[in-house]
């Protein structure tokens, strides 16, 4: 019997052995979630498809046939970074700022998943049965692209994500579909709790980004939501606030254009270099 035991302990230090040797602490992850603004709405133009540098990833998270992608599997972060179809986002221009400030030998992965005009319910792994019981049916469609859990199909691919490199950040964009809410606080830190519990992280070592809706200065139509949003370090001692400011938008007033999903992007970088001990010196 202790000959077995010993076996058995010996099994799993190997297996442990290697999967030490499988994570690459140089490999940077960060998760992104929201909805339309991180799903990413503005038209990907010529100058967002070339010069991708192959440090900066992203892991699928559906099944793309159209792009020759699969979900669960790394690729050059080429947009479009959430689902099959969708445009530009923060994320591009994250990852990009990212990789033209780390050293060399870092790697940068996201993981996209959002989703157009959901309210932050959707993510809250207890509350989004009931939450779309009543949404359009296109909306249905975009949430069946993730099994019919973003929250848990986010999880899963962090989960392998893991396997891979070190999950370092959180960045959120979501709120027009909440403005007003000032509950809105309360409902994001049950979702960035629920994260650090599921995916087993220290909140201190992990920040959350949260990006202001567009801006007063563009006329947004959601503006009003960034006087709640300004109060989130509050309620998540390591959130940090992305000022929209000067971000240039849509004619719908509730999207940012491709400028200002670039210049939006780099701000979610500054903050997170900054908080990882580098000052921006390169611009992607």
Same mark, same amino acid.
């Given at each position: 019997?202790?000959?077995?035991?010993?076996?058995?302990?010996?099994?799993?230090?190997?297996?442990?052995?290697?999967?030490?040797?499988?994570?690459?602490?140089?490999?940077?992850?960060?998760?992104?979630?929201?909805?339309?603004?991180?799903?990413?709405?503005?038209?990907?133009?010529?100058?967002?498809?070339? =010069?991708?540098n192959?440090?900066?990833?992203?892991?699928?998270?559906?099944?793309?046939?159209?792009?020759?992608?699969?979900?669960?599997?790394?690729?050059?972060?080429?947009?479009?970074?959430?689902?099959?179809?969708?445009?530009?986002?923060?994320?591009?221009y994250?990852?990009?700022?990212?990789?033209?400030?780390?050293?060399?030998?870092?790697?940068?992965?996201?993981?996209?998943?959002?989703?157009?005009?959901?309210?932050?319910?959707?993510f809250?792994?207890?509350?989004?049965?009931?939450?779309?019981?009543?949404?359009?049916?296109?909306?249905?469609?975009?949430?069946?692209?993730?099994?019919?859990?973003?929250?848990?199909?986010?999880?899963?691919?962090?989960?392998?994500?893991?396997?891979?490199?070190?999950?370092?950040?959180?960045l959120?964009?979501?709120?027009?579909?909440n403005?007003g809410?000032?509950?809105?606080?309360?409902?994001?830190?049950?979702?960035? =709790?629920?994260?650090?519990?599921?995916?087993?992280?220290?909140?201190?070592?992990?920040?959350?980004?949260?990006?202001?809706?567009?801006?007063?200065?563009?006329?947004?139509?959601?503006?009003?939501?960034?006087?709640?949003?300004a109060?989130?370090?509050?309620?998540?001692?390591?959130?940090?606030?992305?000022?929209?400011?000067g971000?240039?938008?849509?004619?719908?007033?509730?999207?940012f254009?491709?400028?200002?999903?670039?210049?939006?992007?780099?701000?979610?970088?500054?903050?997170?270099?900054?908080?990882?001990?580098?000052?921006p010196?390169?611009?992607?």
């Open positions: 019997m202790k000959k077995r035991t010993g076996n058995f302990l010996l099994i799993g230090l190997v297996l442990l052995s290697l999967n030490a040797v499988a994570q690459d602490k140089n490999f940077y992850i960060f998760l992104c979630f929201g909805q339309s603004n991180m799903e990413g709405n503005a038209r990907i133009e010529a100058q967002d498809t070339v =010069d991708v192959p440090r900066f990833q992203v892991m699928e998270a559906v099944d793309c046939p159209a792009i020759n992608r699969s979900k669960g599997n790394w690729y050059t972060a080429k947009p479009p970074l959430c689902r099959c179809r969708t445009g530009l986002t923060p994320a591009d994250f990852g990009r700022e990212l990789v033209a400030n780390l050293p060399e030998k870092v790697r940068v992965g996201v993981i996209n998943v959002a989703v157009g005009g959901c309210r932050i319910e959707l809250d792994k207890d509350q989004y049965t009931s939450y779309t019981t009543n949404i359009p049916g296109w909306m249905k469609n975009f949430i069946g692209e993730y099994g019919g859990n973003p929250y848990g199909r986010l999880v899963e691919m962090a989960k392998l994500a893991q396997k891979d490199g070190v999950i370092k950040g959180i959120l964009h979501q709120g027009e579909s403005t809410d000032t509950l809105w606080t309360q409902k994001v830190k049950v979702v960035y =709790d629920n994260l650090m519990n599921d995916l087993d992280l220290k909140p201190r070592k992990v920040p959350l980004l949260a990006g202001e809706t567009v801006n007063a200065d563009q006329n947004g139509k959601c503006a009003s939501m960034n006087r709640i949003i109060t989130l370090p509050q309620t998540i001692k390591n959130a940090h606030v992305i000022s929209s400011a971000c240039t938008d849509s004619a719908d007033d509730l999207h254009n491709a400028a200002g999903y670039r210049e939006l992007g780099k701000r979610y970088a500054a903050q997170m270099l900054s908080l990882l001990g580098y000052k010196t390169a611009t992607n």
